[in-house]
């Protein structure tokens, strides 16, 4: 649950030597626990790390469905070629053929392939 910011003045001694004193806002949770160290941020480097954690999310949705059709052409690779032994054990005049459902170079990045 979230609960209504509550407002909170912060003095400190700014860079040139005077005091300021600044209103923040901070969420009633962390008001319980008084003894835990506490780090200011500003909006902007909030809005930035949300815009980093968006493409990192992206990265991995990508990279998770590039694992799964991987691993799905595998199987179904490994399928092909369980099939064709068995038919070649049970008939001897079946002839094998080449059939390449996964592509190693679809799956591998330019670090990969060196």
């Keep these: 649950d979230f609960k209504e910011l509550e407002p909170m003045q ?3 001694i700014s860079d040139d030597g005077s005091q300021r004193l600044d209103t923040v806002f901070a969420d009633p949770h962390f008001f319980e626990n008084n003894d835990s ?3 200011l941020v500003s909006v902007d480097a909030v809005k930035a790390m949300r815009r980093a954690i968006t493409v990192l999310s992206r990265k991995i949705d990508n990279t998770s469905a ?4 991987c691993r ?3 199987y179904k690779q490994i399928r092909l070629m369980q099939q064709q032994l068995y038919y070649q054990d049970t008939n001897p005049e079946f002839a094998t053929r080449e059939v390449h459902v996964f592509q190693v170079e679809q799956y591998t990045d330019k670090d990969t392939r060196r």
Aim: hydrophobic share 25%.
């Design 10 to 12: 912060v003095a400190y």
């Design 66 to 69: 590039t694992l799964r059709q």
């Design 72 to 74: 799905t052409d595998y």
């Design 37 to 39: 160290p506490r780090c």
